[in-house]
């Protein structure tokens, strides 16, 4: 049975984008998949369970059924780190990962391993990265962000920490290298790469898409009220517009896909977003939708209006501020429910990653 540990850099750097595209390329040559990430920090509950939110992805939107338990068998929840610390128990951890991960591979002709963070990530409580890729008998691919030095740098000192557990790196996958910058960095990376003897399997360009968070994304996320537009929560945002100067002055800055944060007595900023139309669609409003501020709801008339067309509005009891600070720092991960997303993530494995090598080598 083939296998392969997917790690990174980083938080962030794309381990979830690339498993997912990873699983659903492979469908191509292999008939049975499975998936576990062993280790996981943002979890959700499910029927009582702590799971990791990347294996519900996976079992939703790539139809992976291994057990939402096994693709996820230890989950690090508030307290668990100092508990460890307390009263260490490596022996346990490393059984349920054992044996979830015996049970994930019954009957697999492969295995998506998705690590966490980088290759030290971890260690605090005896299992790193690369403690867990050797545990697993895995060999690895390291992900990357965009860029030359960091990213070769980074690689080196991950490779480092994988090989002193005895574990082999595959190669190395830069993601999110800037289109206008994808030829350069693309010929310097391998270039670079190839010096320090590692070999690159893919270079893939950003595309913005994936880091646009939706409208029930920030409602999920944040403590605010939904007082209209429950029908078009999985509209995405591109931008985020303060609705703190004259209203004659904002509508230059709305673009499409943009979210509007304004205070909710803002009546005049919040009609001019209502005459802003798409220039391809005008039957379409250039705002993904509004986000009240300072837990002022508007005048009846307003508020009919907004419920007319649709447009999903939240109310924020907290400052423009604090909800400007909240939803630009906002974690984006891919859902289930994100069609697009994940159609674009598929794509564009294929058409960067060299899928035959990382099969041949595992």
């Known amino acids: ?5 997917i790690a990174a850099t980083s938080q962030n750097d794309g381990k979830t984008t690339v498993s997912l595209g990873l699983i659903f390329n492979f469908r191509r040559q292999f008939e049975n998949i499975g998936f576990i ?3 996981g920090q943002r979890y959700l509950e499910e029927e009582g369970l702590k799971i990791d939110e990347d294996s519900v992805l996976v079992e939703e939107a790539c139809g992976v059924h291994c057990g939402l338990k096994d693709m996820s068998p230890i989950a690090v929840e508030r307290g668990f780190t100092e508990n460890y610390i307390m009263r260490p128990r490596p022996a346990t951890i490393a059984r349920q990962i054992k044996e979830s991960y015996k049970r994930v591979c019954k009957g697999k002709d ?4 998705e690590g966490t963070g980088h290759a030290g990530v971890g260690s605090v409580f005896d299992f790193s990265n690369a403690t867990v890729a050797r545990l697993l008998g895995s060999k690895v691919v390291i992900v990357s962000s965009g860029g030359i030095g960091k990213p070769i740098d980074e690689v080196i000192l991950n490779k480092e920490l994988f090989e002193k557990q005895g574990v082999r790196v595959l190669g190395v996958i830069i993601n999110k290298v800037l289109p206008e910058k ?8 391998r270039k670079g790469f190839n010096r320090k003897g590692i070999d690159v399997l893919g270079v893939i360009p950003y595309n913005p898409i994936l880091s646009y968070p939706t409208i029930r994304q920030i409602l999920d996320e944040a403590n605010f009220e939904l007082l209209c537009g429950k029908d078009f929560l999985e509209n995405y945002i591109s931008r985020i517009i303060v609705g703190a100067m004259e209203a004659h002055d904002a509508i230059q800055y709305i673009s499409d896909d943009s979210l509007l944060i304004t205070p909710g007595d803002r009546e005049d900023i919040i009609m001019a977003a209502l005459g802003c139309w798409r220039e391809h669609d005008q039957g379409r409003l250039k705002i993904s939708g509004i986000v009240l501020t300072g837990g002022i709801t508007p005048v009846k008339s307003i508020l009919t209006i907004l419920k007319k067309t649709g447009m999903p509005v939240l109310l924020a009891q907290e400052d423009t501020y604090k909800v400007v600070a909240l939803v630009h720092d906002l974690t984006v991960k891919i859902r289930p429910q994100d069609s697009v997303k994940i159609e674009t993530v598929v794509q564009l494995v294929k058409d960067y990653v060299d899928l035959n090598k990382i099969i041949k080598e595992i």
């Not at 049975?1 to 540990?5: A, G, I, L, P, Y």
């Not at 492969?110 to 391993?113: D, G, Q």
């Not at 994808?182 to 990376?189: E, Q, S």
Request: no cysteine.
């Open 1 to 5: 049975m083939k296998k392969v540990f």
């Open 37 to 39: 990430k062993p280790i």
């Open 182 to 189: 994808y030829d350069k960095i693309n010929r310097l990376v």
């Open 110 to 113: 492969i295995v998506v391993i």
